[in-house]
């Protein structure tokens, strides 16, 4: 199942090439700052398959901001709800429905472990994500699910020119030793391993994918 916001035509792309490598693929329009409908992605995917092996909590808003002062309520409240709020309401409602072997990945950021300050709510959450990962990847133990949290550094994602100012955009990338952003197809074999059996044994983790920076 894929869940979206408002992006149909990329949404019935992503439906296409799953159906075109055999698989059902199932896709739920909405947003996910409601805790409604969180629930009722997962019971759906429930419904329709069974039970639920992985959740992949990918989903972020991002904007930014030159002082604090610019930053409204309303864009910390969004940015919160969308990037961690969302994640707990989805966490929490799959757990019934997930058997042991389970996997949970979070998408956390370079950013919670070196804070952007012009991307403030942003990183900020993303520290969020990998505490929360932590904590909930011992509290799942002993059920034998596993949650782990991959920690992109900057890859090139449509949310890179519709976020960031045109100068940032232009060497975006170049501040890692690679000197280069890296792209989504260099993130998707670090999920792959952590929702497979090959990683039985790996919970709690942050993967860095940062093209060569160091994240401790």
């Known amino acids: ?14 439906e296409r090439l799953v159906k075109a490598a055999g698989r059902k693929c199932l896709l739920a329009r909405g947003d996910i700052k409601d805790p409604a409908h969180c629930r009722a992605i997962i019971e759906r995917a429930a419904e329709e398959f069974g039970r639920v092996d992985i959740l992949v909590n990918n989903a972020a808003h991002q904007a930014t901001f030159k002082s604090l002062e610019d930053i409204s309520d309303e864009e910390w409240d969004i940015t919160f709800h969308t990037n961690i709020h969302a ?47 932590g904590g909930l990847a011992q509290l799942l133990a002993e059920k034998g699910i596993r949650v782990n949290c991959v920690a992109p550094g900057p890859v090139w994602t449509p949310l890179i020119p519709s976020t960031m100012p045109a100068e940032k955009v232009k060497t975006f990338g170049e501040q890692t030793p690679m000197k280069r952003p ?33 994240f401790i």
């Open 182 to 214: 890296g792209q989504p197809k260099e993130l998707a074999p670090v999920y792959v391993m952590l929702a497979s059996d090959e990683a039985s044994y790996i919970s709690g983790a942050t993967v860095a994918v940062t093209g060569g920076k160091p």
């Open 1 to 14: 199942m894929v869940s979206y916001y408002n992006e149909d035509d990329d949404a019935r792309e992503t």
């Open 87 to 133: 994640m707990f309401y989805l966490t929490k409602a799959v757990l019934p429905h997930m058997q042991e072997g389970g996997a949970i990945i979070n998408t956390t950021s370079v950013n919670a472990d070196t804070p952007s300050p012009q991307l403030l709510p942003y990183a900020t959450t993303k520290g969020a994500i990998q505490n929360f990962t």
